[in-house]
């Protein structure tokens, strides 16, 4: 099911792309190795992003949840829990 665009998403999700790109130390501890946790929920946040951001809303349920606004954030969340715990 195709919606219009949600742009809260979509934004978030670029800026995610875009900062990963620029500064890839967001995803790293400090030590230089990598932050796969911080990573993972990072790259989740982008993906639920970019589908729901683009209008795409899945029919199955679980796949709506995943990909909904709500999931973004609460990704974007952990993902800051995690880097600020470091």
Same mark, same amino acid.
């Given at each position: 099911?195709?919606? #219009?665009?949600h742009w809260p998403s979509l934004m978030v999700a670029l800026l995610i792309m875009l900062g990963g790109t620029v500064y890839p130390w967001w995803m790293?501890?400090?030590?230089?190795? #990598?932050?796969?946790?911080?990573?993972?929920?990072?790259?989740?946040?982008?993906?639920?992003? !970019?589908?729901?951001?683009?209008?795409?809303?899945?029919?199955?349920?679980? +796949?709506?949840?995943? !990909?909904?606004?709500?999931?973004?954030?609460? +990704?974007?969340?952990?993902?800051?829990?995690?880097?600020?715990?470091?």
């Amino acid at each position: 099911m195709n919606k #219009p665009l949600h742009w809260p998403s979509l934004m978030v999700a670029l800026l995610i792309m875009l900062g990963g790109t620029v500064y890839p130390w967001w995803m790293t501890q400090h030590d230089g190795r #990598p932050d796969h946790a911080v990573a993972t929920a990072l790259l989740m946040a982008m993906s639920a992003g !970019f589908v729901r951001g683009v209008g795409f809303i899945p029919d199955a349920r679980l +796949w709506r949840w995943m !990909f909904s606004q709500w999931a973004c954030l609460g +990704w974007l969340l952990v993902a800051l829990g995690l880097k600020l715990s470091q």
